[in-house]
């Protein structure tokens, strides 16, 4: 029996592929500590368990396709506080922002058409658009210039008669990068002179460091009709699990669409719903600690990798992912290595390799993820495993 081109060709994650090779290393008796892995180690709000707990239906039944409507209720004065006007019906609640950005994806473009994306991105991009018959062309974004944007020009490149939008990611995952105000006002003009449409990923809106404030393309002017953005509970209130995301957008024919694709999914899950409205009526102070600790974090990472002659990387400004270029030919076999062969008083680290964020081929050997999602002890010994781990492999 023959299975489908797409299930022969979707790309295997290279934040999860490694997974059994952690698993028996573990077994061994090898404690891993994960830099792999966006999954942070804030608790979940107590309250999105209160809210869970005093849930007293009768009956756990279908809710309407498109999210129960306290939840949009909670959304819309969530980011009515950055100044960002909606209305119940500019949202669409989706199984994580993962359904999201498919329901993003089949609304704007069909089979064979083409998403412009600034590379490295989100490895799940390429398996999002896999499913749905599109095709990724990238655009590379330059460590020595902090990954911001290519120029203008670069965009223009790749425009063919098959482009239906762009997609882009800020705060940015996996390099940390924060787009300007400027930056989104340029890529929107042209977004619209080219009649396209344009997709943000911004999960990770409130994480941004040393004073940069993220500007989201909500608040690009003249702009309604074509922007579209992926949101989720995920990162912002640290409940991975719960599978809670959204599709926004002021375009009520897109947004007709992606309510058709929910109903055929039939419904987000209740339960998590519930939670998600105890999460986002928390008062926005609640977010100053949790910046103040990724900071915190992040310092500790990038000084202590910085201290090492060879590895090369910028301060990330926002999310809590780094992008850095190791002085080795390949990534994914160093990963290996790391769980297969390598420990230090019985202690190793897991890694994100670089190249499966990027479309190019060949892009991102010497490159790998790494996310600040561990308490600070655990992330210093982890990151000094690594300087240990690169001198030993060099070796």
Not at 143 to 161: Q, R, V, W
Request: charged letters at 25%; aromatic letters at 10%; one cysteine or more.
């Amino acid at each position: 029996m023959k299975i489908s081109l797409r299930a022969q060709n979707i790309q295997e994650s290279p934040i999860r592929k490694l997974s059994a090779l952690a698993n028996a290393a573990k077994k061994r008796g090898t404690t891993v500590y994960h830099l792999n892995i966006g999954q942070p180690d804030i608790h979940t709000p107590e309250v999105f368990f209160r809210k869970i707990y005093e849930y007293n239906e009768k009956v756990l039944s279908y809710g309407p396709s498109d999210g129960l409507e306290a939840l949009k209720v909670a959304m819309v004065r969530y980011f009515d506080y950055f100044k960002i006007k909606l209305e119940n019906k500019n949202i669409v609640i989706a199984t994580g922002g993962s359904e999201a950005i498919s329901f993003a994806f089949n609304a704007v473009a069909d089979p064979g058409d083409e998403i412009i994306v600034s590379e490295p991105f989100y490895t799940n991009y390429s398996g999002y658009a896999s499913q749905c018959g599109l095709k990724i062309v990238p655009v590379t974004a330059r460590a020595e210039n902090g990954f911001h944007l290519p120029d203008i020009s670069e965009f223009k490149k790749k425009l063919t008669p098959r482009t239906r939008a762009i997609l882009l990611c800020s705060p940015n995952n996996p390099t940390g990068t924060v787009y300007s105000e400027r930056e989104l006002k340029d890529i929107g003009a042209f977004a619209k002179k080219h009649d396209l449409f344009l997709i943000a990923d911004e999960v990770y809106k409130e994480f941004t460091y040393d004073g940069k404030v993220h500007f989201s393309v909500l608040q690009l002017e003249g702009l309604e009709d074509r922007v579209i953005v992926v949101d989720s509970i995920s990162k912002r209130y640290s409940a991975c699990g719960a599978r809670i995301g959204a599709v926004m957008s002021r375009n009520e024919e897109v947004m007709k669409g992606i309510t058709k694709f929910a109903q055929a999914r039939l419904c987000p899950p209740t339960l998590e719903q519930v939670g998600a409205i105890g999460a986002y009526e928390l008062p926005h102070d609640y977010f100053a600690g949790v910046m103040a600790e990724y900071q915190k974090r992040r310092d500790i990472l990038c000084s202590i990798l910085t201290s090492r002659q060879g590895i090369v990387l910028q301060k990330p400004e926002g999310a809590f992912y780094i992008m850095a270029k190791l002085p080795i030919a390949d990534g994914e076999t160093f990963a290996r290595w790391l769980l297969n062969e390598f420990s230090d008083n019985n202690e190793t680290v897991m890694i994100a390799p670089g190249e499966g964020f990027y479309s190019t081929p060949g892009k991102g050997k010497d490159e790998v993820r790494l996310a600040y999602v561990i308490e600070a002890l655990k992330l210093e010994r982890a990151a000094r495993l690594l300087l240990i781990a690169l001198d030993r492999y060099q070796g």
